[in-house]
Nanobody, 117 residues
């Protein structure tokens, strides 16, 4: 099993920055890619960014140019650097890990990001 624990959320003003962390533990050697999703109040969960084992990245259009996903393999941690934050970015941010070979997805419990205007 894979366990994911997010951290780094908080309250920030529009235009500010925040860095989220996702620490993975367990059978992480089988993970193909990891990513971030978010769920705002009253809205559906949406995909934000993904990073694969070969370090390729992909972003949702809404965060391109503002967010950067990265990883530190030595620490088994994935990060999401969030710059130029907008009120629309307010959401619970959830870490996701994919084990494509076993067709299993893992989720963290989330960390709350609140952007004030």
């Amino acid at each position: 099993q894979v366990r994911l624990v997010e951290s780094g959320g908080g309250l920030v003003q529009a235009g500010g920055s925040l860095r989220l962390s996702c620490a993975a533990s367990g059978s992480i050697f089988s993970i193909n890619g990891m990513g971030w999703y978010r769920q705002a109040p009253g809205k559906q969960r949406e995909w934000v960014a993904t990073i694969t084992t070969d370090s390729s990245t992909k972003y949702a259009d809404s965060v391109k140019g503002r967010f950067t996903i990265s990883r530190d393999n030595a620490k088994n941690t994935v990060y999401l650097q969030m710059n130029s934050l907008k009120s629309e970015d307010t959401a619970v941010y959830l870490c996701n890990a994919e084990d494509a070979g076993n067709q299993v997805d893992y989720w963290g419990k989330g960390t709350l990001v609140t952007v004030s205007s």
